[in-house]
């Protein structure tokens, strides 16, 4: 893993941590045991989700920009059907509150997105390396 995607996962995880925590706390007063574990269960599954798709882009971006793109690309998509897959398996499920499951998701990703994005700007890594073009010579002169 390159320091830069090291840099910007932890950036997004440990925010999303924190609020994954402090959506269990919420969760507590308003449904109980139940939905501690629906917000608990929602904290891992958020980040287990974005955690993949860093380190799948991270890979690929080693291979070519190409590969970067179609990595991300399918990790969305990948991450779409695999909500779409467990929402329809856990459907009824009453072993904890469904509510606090999905409004937890729906924070944490909101969360995700922005510290990501904090995370990625405030590194300033470049997209396209100007020496390994070819004909580009650069001024070796102390």
């Known amino acids: 893993m390159h320091s830069s995607d090291a840099r910007i996962l932890r950036g997004a995880a440990i925010p999303s941590g924190l609020a994954g925590l402090a959506a269990v706390a919420a969760a507590v007063p308003l449904a109980g045991a139940k939905g501690a574990l629906g917000a608990a269960l929602g904290t891992v599954v958020v980040l287990a989700f974005f955690s993949i798709s860093v380190l799948a882009v991270g890979y690929a971006a080693r291979i070519s920009p190409q590969m970067m793109f179609a990595a ?6 990948g991450k779409v ?3 779409l897959a467990l929402v329809a398996v856990l459907d009824g499920v009453t072993l904890w509150n469904t509510a606090a499951f999905a ?9 995700w997105v922005v510290a990501e994005a904090r995370a990625t700007m405030k590194i300033k890594t470049l997209s396209l390396d100007p020496a390994g073009a070819p004909g580009v010579t650069r001024d070796r002169s102390p």
Do not use: D
């Open 72 to 77: 991300a690309i399918f990790s969305y998509l």
């Open 103 to 111: 409004w937890s998701v729906i924070a944490l990703t909101l969360v």
């Open 81 to 83: 059907v695999a909500m």
